[in-house]
């Protein structure tokens, strides 16, 4: 069963903790279903308020998929020819975490920071099979 998606989970990583939630959003259409659905990982150093946070967004496209219901599991993301993770681990958060920071993001920083999921989602996969990521 997974966990609530609102629920602040801890995670630390390189002596440094962070709070992460994953939340699943979308809007509705003209008919009123939902479209564009998309899943948001947040990563927020800590203590609280030292640093902005980091927002990893995994929007639904052409050749993608995140949780809208089943099949899918509700953390599940990923290329329908390729690479996924599923978000509710903890070992996949710290995948993404690893990729997000060798690519330049400091956690530091005081401002909010918006990522693209699917840039760090290949090089993240690898990493978790590796066991890097756990």
């Known amino acids: 069963m997974p966990r609530r998606s609102g629920q602040p989970r801890r995670l630390v990583a390189d002596g440094r903790v962070y709070m992460w939630t994953m939340r699943h959003s979308h809007r509705g259409g003209e008919d009123g279903r939902p479209v564009e659905c998309r899943q948001i990982l947040t990563l927020s150093p800590q ?64 401002r909010a920071v918006d990522v693209d999921g699917w840039s760090l989602l290949a090089a993240a996969a690898v990493a978790r099979a590796e066991g890097s990521g756990s």
């Open 47 to 110: 203590p609280a308020g030292t640093s902005g946070p980091l927002r990893i967004d995994f929007a639904e496209g052409p050749g993608r998929y995140v949780p809208g219901g089943a099949p899918l599991g509700s953390g599940n993301v990923g290329f329908t020819r390729g690479a996924d993770l599923n978000l509710h681990e903890p070992g996949a958060v710290r995948a993404l975490l690893d990729v997000a920071l060798a690519r330049g993001w400091q956690p530091g920083e005081q």
